[in-house]
């Protein structure tokens, strides 16, 4: 496959070229279901090329796709997703759970453990995409919408420096 893509950011500034073969799944992906644009490219390449970007939407399609290829869909219920997000979470815990709090700031000089960090961190991603998907929840407005009520619930002023519960700030300060 001779397709050159280029790979861009979430603010669509040009990041590297890289053929199709080369990319990883998630592009290859978006570029097989036809997703692709040309655009312009000369901050890397002087000629024009195919941009590709990964959305939430297109991560969730990956998946269930490969949901639906095995016929996965009767297991990925609401309530097994739940369950399943929560043994991820419990396995990316137990990385944790005995370090002290300096360990798990350097958890990623040690390959080993980058390479797991990874990989829960991905399970949990995963499972998280799922349920939203399968439950119709759209994250980018679920995520945008809570982080609104949070700015409201911890003025930057009152909440600066403390882990205080927002029940427990000054009141009066919205700033
Ligand atoms: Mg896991």
């Not at 979430?10 to 570029?31: C, D, I, K, N, W």
């Not at 095995?70 to 990925?76: G, P, V, Y």
């Not at 829960?120 to 939203?132: K, P, Q, S």
């Amino acid at each position: 496959m001779g397709l050159t893509i280029l790979l861009v950011d979430s603010q669509g500034h040009p990041v590297r070229r890289e053929t199709l073969a080369e990319a990883s799944l998630p592009f290859r992906h978006v570029a097989a279901r036809g997703r692709t644009e040309i655009g312009e490219c000369a901050a890397v390449a002087d000629q024009p090329c195919n941009v590709l970007t990964v959305s939430i939407p297109d991560l969730q399609c990956l998946l269930r796709d490969f949901v639906t290829e095995r016929d996965w869909e009767q297991f990925h219920t609401p309530k097994n997703l739940v369950m399943a997000l929560a043994g991820e979470v419990g396995e990316l815990t137990e990385i944790f759970q005995w370090l002290t709090p300096e360990q798990s700031i350097s958890v990623l000089a040690d390959p080993v453990q980058a390479g797991r960090v990874q990989e829960e961190i991905a399970d949990v991603f995963a499972y998280l995409l799922r349920l939203a998907d399968v439950l119709g929840i759209d994250l980018e407005t679920a995520l945008t919408d809570k982080a609104a009520k949070n700015a409201a619930k911890y003025p930057a002023k009152a909440a600066r420096g403390t882990a205080a519960k927002y029940t427990d700030l000054p009141p009066g300060d919205k700033s």
